[in-house]
């Protein structure tokens, strides 16, 4: 089975050469029961670490059933330990926070088996332990953890065992209970190779071999009757490889998956912590996106209720020295309107008065900002009624006192009950109210929803005391055409009015697009404020996450070097810190998501600011979970794959 030529194994401590093995020459048959005994420091357990393929020599060839297994690579060596060898530790390198049941299943997992078969229950049962099999280590004796361990290495079946000072931490009784339990294992046909440094125990073996100084330097045959077993197991080619049908692969996920939960749930504080980072990250990201998103349907509301292509025309006064001549101002009339109407590049035109007035009803009365408009007000603002109707081009006509009012006039004078059909005062005239428009916001420091849109006539005449009207509004039929319709507008006044010297004094045009572009850069500067801001914190909660887990690869070293010992792979390590990494960012992600909701809520409700949560944001906190689990889980995970077996179990 084991055939050893010439192998040496040296250490380096700081600029020290330590040399372990000098050129050791062995052969082991199958069936063999061999006890490896000498004093500290004579190469005997790094001898067992070479035969068991942790440890790798500098120089020599090493056979096992024939095949030269010192160029193997990492992944082929570990599929070999996985299926050929089972370890038996003098610190038994139980998982502590696992049952009995769980350590002995372990290597099942890296050999592509379901982990929750009954072979393992079959070999606690072999060693005596079924009835502790729920039990964790702290609750077992020393006897019941190294028969715990015995069991693990025997759920693959191996050919080969190997025990690194199996009664060195027990007392009498338990290790004869023990070295009882391996004689058996011989008996059915088992190779072992013990290590040990009790000589009573060793002549339980049929062949006792002497090191010193890293060199063997007795080999007898204690019982030549044990020196093949009479149920010595067939011995044939093995595959030297890691390949697995779809099935094995998939079940080989699913158990890292299941290792990844346990080990998040058996550390719950430290998981905890993980998660906070991510769930603050995730819930300001949801939050702030429901601030932008809410902020960018405020501002495309005010937007609408300013009209699309929309120009205003404002009446001015000449200045002289900087002083406004107001006895030579412009006045603009409806008359104007209908001309600039009348321009091609016009789609409609409407004349607007507007001012400030005391509106009462019943024992309510609120002073609010009044505007005088065409009924083709409505079009051009967005403004059709969300209950009634607008007026109509003959009530204008006739000057008919009724009345289309905001939201808030419903709240303040009507108790936010139905207005339409009811009656109000507006400076001591009575109104039939017949339409509610609908919500607008707030527009800067003004409320938008906080007007009475009454006939433009009505209000020149009857309410205002106007023959003028404050400005002019004309929707341009593209927005190609607006600076071309500018000019005309501006040429069409300043030829009715014979308007001479600073035309931009006497008379403005203003282009609403531009307010809109304005509006628009501004609340996507917002957005990309906030984002930065719940990025920043995302980071540094993904941060936090790679600090847990690299604190989390220290602290459990010795434990990737036991999964590793008993067959893990630098992939299967990999996978499952991986796993962890990314359970616990998207869990945190999921309360970050919930969490950045209800922020968003109370932002809503305590500071009055528009938020608009939409299923985009959970999504994007789910795949910013995902990501950051992945990015700042894989050092860490790439940091456990690369540990060295015989230095993580060393570890202290």
Same mark, same amino acid.
């Given at each position: ?109 890296? &050999? ?123 011995? &044939? ?117 507007? &001012? ?204 990737? &070097? ?91």
């Amino acid at each position: 089975m084991i055939e050893l030529k010439g192998i040496s194994r040296a250490y380096c401590t700081g600029k020290v050469v330590v040399p372990a093995l000098k050129a050791v020459d062995l052969t082991v048959e199958t069936g063999e029961f061999v006890a490896i005994t000498g004093p500290s420091g004579s190469g005997k357990s790094t001898l067992l670490h070479v035969l068991g393929f942790l440890d790798r020599p500098d120089s020599g060839t090493y056979k096992f059933r024939g095949k030269d297994v010192t160029k193997l690579n990492d992944d082929e060596l570990a599929f070999i330990r996985n299926r050929f060898v089972g370890f038996v530790f003098q610190q038994f390198h139980l998982l502590a926070r696992a049952s009995a049941l769980e350590n002995v299943a372990l290597p099942m997992i890296y &050999g592509g088996h379901d982990e929750s078969g009954a072979v393992a229950e079959a070999r606690l049962a072999e060693v005596g332990l079924l009835q502790r099999r729920d039990h964790c280590p702290n609750e077992l004796s020393g006897g019941e953890q190294q028969r715990v361990a015995i069991a693990r290495a025997l759920v693959n079946d191996p050919a080969l065992i190997l025990a690194d000072e199996p009664t060195g931490n027990l007392d009498s009784r338990s290790a004869e209970e023990i070295i009882a339990i391996l004689a058996a294992l011989h008996r059915r046909g088992k190779t072992i190779v013990m290590v040990t440094h009790e000589g009573e125990i060793a002549r339980r073996a049929g062949r006792l071999i002497h090191m010193r100084d890293g060199r063997i330097v007795d080999d007898v045959v204690l019982d030549a009757k044990m020196i093949f077993s009479s149920a010595r197991q067939s011995v &044939g080619p093995y595959p030297v490889g890691t390949a697995s049908n779809d099935g094995r692969q998939r079940m080989r996920v699913g158990n890292h998956f299941r290792q990844a939960l346990r080990s998040i749930l058996a550390h719950k504080l430290r998981a905890t912590l993980s998660m906070l980072g991510i769930l603050i990250g995730v819930a300001a990201v949801i939050a702030m996106l429901g601030v932008g998103q809410g902020a960018r349907e405020s501002v495309r509301q005010q937007l609408a209720s300013l009209g699309s292509n929309l120009l205003v025309v404002l009446p001015g006064a000449p200045r002289v020295h900087g002083v406004a001549l107001e006895g030579s101002r412009t006045r603009l009339t409806v008359e104007d309107a209908r001309a600039v109407g009348m321009l091609p590049a016009v789609r409609r035109a409407a004349a607007l008065v507007d &001012g400030r007035a005391q509106v009462v009803h019943g024992d309510r009365n609120w002073n609010t900002f009044v505007q005088g408009a065409e009924p083709v007000y409505a079009q051009m603002h967005a403004a059709q009624p969300v209950v009634g109707r607008f007026f109509t081009t003959e009530e204008d006509r006739s000057r008919q006192r009724v009345a289309v009012v905001g939201p808030t006039i419903v709240e303040k004078l009507f108790n936010g009950e139905n207005p339409v059909g009811r009656s109000m005062k507006i400076n001591r005239l009575d109104f039939r109210v017949i339409g509610v428009l609908p919500p607008k916001g707030s527009a800067g420091w003004r409320d938008a929803d906080d007007v009475v849109v009454i006939p433009l006539a009505t209000a020149m005449y009857r309410v205002l005391g106007k023959d003028y009207v404050d400005r002019l509004e004309a929707e341009i039929r593209s927005p190609d055409e607006i600076l071309s319709a500018m000019e005309s507008i501006r040429k069409l006044l300043v030829g009715r009015h014979n308007i001479s010297g600073n035309i931009d004094e006497a008379l403005r045009v203003r282009d609403m697009t531009e307010i809109q572009g304005a509006l628009s850069g501004t609340t996507r500067t917002m957005g990309w404020l906030l984002g930065s801001i719940a990025a920043i914190s995302l980071l540094v909660g993904g941060i936090g996450i790679m600090n847990i887990m690299l604190v989390s690869v220290t602290e459990r070293t010795r434990e990737i &070097g036991l999964r590793k010992a008993i067959g893990a792979r630098g992939v299967d390590i990999l996978w499952q810190f991986l796993i962890e990494a990314i359970v616990m960012t998207l869990t945190g992600g999921m309360m970050g998501i919930a969490l950045g909701w209800g922020c968003a809520y109370l932002i809503s409700v305590l500071a009055e600011w528009p938020v608009k949560i939409s299923g985009v944001g959970g999504t994007v906190g789910v795949v910013f979970s995902a990501i950051v689990g992945v990015l700042f889980g894989l050092w860490p995970a790439r940091q456990a794959a690369k540990l060295d077996p015989i230095q993580a179990l060393r570890y202290e």
